[in-house]
């Protein structure tokens, strides 16, 4: 390990130095490039730098022992001492953790997806709630959501929804949340006061370039239709809205929120990128079963991955057993002990895997 982190700590000084040379200044690409790997590498410094100060305390500390003959000075010293060797068993775990293979996609914006399944106009409705959930989740950590395609039920719930979100590791963050969520609660027409079980999928894909997925313009249907809904002066004006069908796999695609074709065609594409790249990641997935190990489950659209009880207050993720009694925060976009937690159990499940 630690062979490694020095190769680390040179290529990270090699990259200092790089840049501030003005050929590589000069030359955009390759500086951003640098900068970004330069950024993904300071974390693993700093700690390890955290790390060789703290052995280095613990050497001056003994050395001074031996040495000291005040009383006062040499409780002071064991303090220190003592100190700094708990530090070293956290510092190495938290270099394991970093030095874990990172997910390319990590730092990606994503594309969310949300649809509602069973459970009728309560599935949509809940929806709806949970694409405020996202949004304002977005809100708290300054990301920007952009929203890519709506169809509503008329009552406050939604069919279909999918939006951007763009920021600072959106992916590394969103990942976990692919995957079937269950609500129970009272629907509001329910005069009875009998609890509904309603769900709907939520699937997670990270932005991609044109270049990581190569479509052939020969395997999609185009077709304009009248927008609908909120969207300005072109809504049911012109033939703006586009729907997308990529023949070979069957997905189809409606975008509508831009007011221009051009605008709407550009924005189907960039999902029926992200949904092409998921379903290569997913045949991988389900291929390699040492990667399906290395999650935190499947992140199978099929599988139900976390409970909404409204009646009970309480939200539980199943995959790792947490279950929260704040459901009002949460449904309010409180979602980080969620993911910190859920992140928490990859690193966990990734460094067991590694140790075996």
Same mark, same amino acid.
């Given at each position: 390990?630690?062979?490694?982190?020095?190769?680390?700590?040179?290529?990270?000084?090699?990259? $200092?130095?790089?840049?501030?040379?003005?050929?590589?200044?000069?030359?955009?690409?390759?500086?951003?490039?640098?900068?970004?790997?330069?950024?993904?590498?300071?974390?693993?410094?700093?700690?390890?730098?955290? !790390?060789?100060?703290?052995?280095?305390?613990?050497?001056?500390?003994?050395?001074?022992?031996?040495?000291?003959?005040?009383?006062?000075?040499?409780?002071?010293?064991?303090?220190?001492?003592?100190?700094?060797?708990?530090?070293?068993?956290?510092?190495? =775990?938290?270099? *394991?953790?970093?030095?874990?293979?990172?997910?390319?996609?990590?730092?990606?914006?994503?594309?969310?997806?949300?649809?509602? +399944?069973? +459970?009728?106009?309560?599935?949509?409705?809940?929806?709806?709630?949970?694409?405020?959930?996202?949004?304002?989740?977005?809100?708290?950590?300054?990301?920007?959501?952009?929203?890519?395609?709506?169809?509503?039920?008329?009552?406050?719930? @939604?069919?279909?929804?999918?939006?951007?979100?763009?920021?600072?590791?959106?992916?590394?963050?969103?990942?976990?949340?692919?995957?079937?969520?269950?609500?129970?609660?009272?629907?509001? $027409?329910?005069?009875?006061?009998?609890?509904?079980?309603?769900?709907?999928?939520?699937?997670?894909?990270?932005?991609?370039?044109?270049?990581?997925?190569?479509?052939?313009?020969?395997?999609?249907?185009?077709?304009?239709?009248?927008?609908?809904?909120? +969207?300005?002066?072109?809504?049911?004006?012109?033939?703006?809205?586009?729907?997308?069908?990529?023949?070979?796999?069957?997905?189809?695609?409606?975008?509508?929120?831009?007011?221009?074709?051009?605008?709407?065609?550009?924005?189907?594409?960039?999902?029926?990128?992200?949904?092409? !790249?998921?379903?290569?990641? =997913?045949?991988?997935?389900?291929? =390699?079963?040492?990667?399906? *190990?290395?999650?935190?489950?499947?992140?199978?659209?099929?599988?139900?991955?976390?409970?909404?009880?409204?009646?009970?207050?309480?939200?539980?993720?199943?995959?790792?057993?947490?279950?929260?009694?704040? @459901?009002?925060?949460?449904?309010? +976009?409180?979602?980080?002990?969620?993911?910190?937690?859920?992140?928490?159990?990859?690193?966990?499940?990734?460094?067991?895997?590694?140790?075996?």
């Amino acid at each position: 390990m630690f062979d490694k982190l020095e190769d680390i700590i040179r290529r990270y000084e090699d990259i $200092t130095m790089m840049l501030g040379d003005p050929s590589v200044v000069s030359d955009q690409d390759k500086f951003r490039s640098l900068m970004k790997e330069q950024k993904s590498l300071e974390p693993l410094v700093e700690c390890y730098k955290q !790390y060789k100060d703290t052995k280095k305390t613990i050497e001056d500390s003994l050395s001074m022992l031996d040495e000291e003959s005040d009383p006062d000075m040499k409780e002071m010293l064991r303090e220190e001492l003592s100190e700094a060797k708990d530090r070293i068993p956290e510092l190495e =775990e938290k270099l *394991k953790i970093l030095l874990l293979p990172k997910d390319p996609n990590d730092e990606k914006n994503v594309i969310v997806e949300i649809r509602a +399944g069973v +459970g009728g106009d309560e599935a949509a409705l809940f929806a709806a709630d949970m694409f405020r959930l996202y949004t304002r989740y977005a809100e708290r950590r300054a990301w920007r959501i952009e929203t890519m395609s709506v169809e509503d039920i008329g009552i406050g719930g @939604i069919k279909t929804v999918s939006f951007m979100i763009k920021g600072d590791g959106a992916y590394s963050r969103l990942k976990f949340e692919s995957g079937v969520h269950r609500v129970q609660r009272i629907p509001t $027409t329910e005069s009875g006061g009998r609890i509904h079980t309603s769900a709907i999928t939520v699937a997670i894909m990270p932005e991609v370039e044109d270049v990581e997925v190569e479509i052939d313009m020969n395997d999609c249907k185009f077709d304009v239709f009248r927008a609908s809904g909120n +969207g300005g002066q072109c809504v049911n004006t012109t033939d703006s809205a586009v729907r997308l069908t990529h023949l070979p796999t069957g997905i189809v695609i409606s975008c509508q929120d831009e007011k221009s074709q051009q605008q709407n065609k550009a924005k189907a594409l960039k999902v029926l990128r992200a949904k092409l !790249y998921e379903m290569e990641r =997913e045949r991988k997935h389900n291929d =390699e079963a040492q990667l399906r *190990k290395s999650q935190v489950g499947s992140g199978d659209r099929s599988e139900k991955i976390r409970t909404y009880n409204f009646h009970q207050g309480r939200v539980t993720d199943h995959r790792i057993g947490l279950t929260l009694y704040k @459901i009002d925060q949460i449904m309010d +976009g409180d979602l980080d002990e969620i993911i910190d937690s859920l992140i928490a159990a990859d690193q966990a499940e990734k460094l067991a895997s590694v140790e075996e």
